[in-house]
């Protein structure tokens, strides 16, 4: 599996070369913001996020969840971040000075506290161990905190064995379906507040999943 990661890290970064490539960084930006608010307002009567709360982003990308939090302390953490700041020209840390930038990856990470919000968007699967990883998101919280997932979640079972043999899914070493999502969040002590579905594709549906520790 972590030969898998490593390959999946390298295409990570070629992916968002490529996707940002010749777009105007402000334009960019603006229609990040409007996809994060749009995001939080479905989950507004399951999540309120205060101008005081501590939001920590793991596997946060050059255009993470952080940048719609602009009064927030934040913590952002990915393993690329050095890289997206040299090659990923949509991003520079200097432009959120209101977030600390962490190299790492998700179960690597050592928390020097924890959060009101432990935001993880389209990163989980991204891992080399995905237990460790959400045990990392469950260290991270204190009681009452939200845990805020998003997930691409397999909608038939004989189409993740099929990705799980092969790397038909190159970007995400992990292929599970939404269920087994739920159930990694229910076994931190978390309950699951809403599963909303974002869209739904043949092969995979996109989910954000809204937690509290209890």
């Excluded at 777009?23 to 608010?37: F, S």
């Excluded at 009452?144 to 899914?169: C, E, Q, Y």
């Excluded at 699951?192 to 999943?209: A, G, M, N, P, Q």
Aim: aromatic fraction near 10%; proline fraction near 4%.
């Amino acid at each position: 599996m972590r030969l898998r990661w490593k390959l999946a890290q390298t295409f990570e970064i070629l992916w968002w070369k490529e996707h940002v490539r010749g777009k105007n960084k402000q334009a960019y930006l603006g229609d990040k913001k409007a996809y994060w608010h749009d995001l939080l307002a479905k989950c507004a009567h399951v999540l309120t996020v205060k101008d005081t709360d501590s939001i920590i982003d793991m596997g946060c990308g050059p255009s993470g969840i952080y940048i719609v939090y602009p009064n927030n302390a934040i913590t952002a953490v990915d393993p690329l971040i050095d890289k997206y700041e040299h090659e990923v020209p949509v991003f520079a840390k200097a432009d959120y000075p209101n977030v600390n930038f962490v190299r790492s990856a998700i179960e690597e990470y050592v928390p020097t506290g924890t959060y009101d919000h432990i935001f993880c968007m389209n990163a989980i699967n991204h891992v080399s161990d995905i237990q460790a990883g959400f045990e990392k998101l469950g260290e991270l919280a204190h009681k009452g905190s939200h845990i805020i997932v998003t997930i691409d979640a397999h909608n038939n079972s004989l189409m993740k064995a099929v990705f799980r043999i092969g790397p038909g899914d190159v970007l995400h070493p992990h292929q599970y379906d939404k269920k087994e999502y739920t159930d990694f969040l229910a076994n931190l002590g978390c309950e699951i507040l809403d599963t909303i579905c974002l869209k739904r594709e043949s092969v995979f549906s996109h989910y954000v999943i809204v937690a509290r520790k209890k």
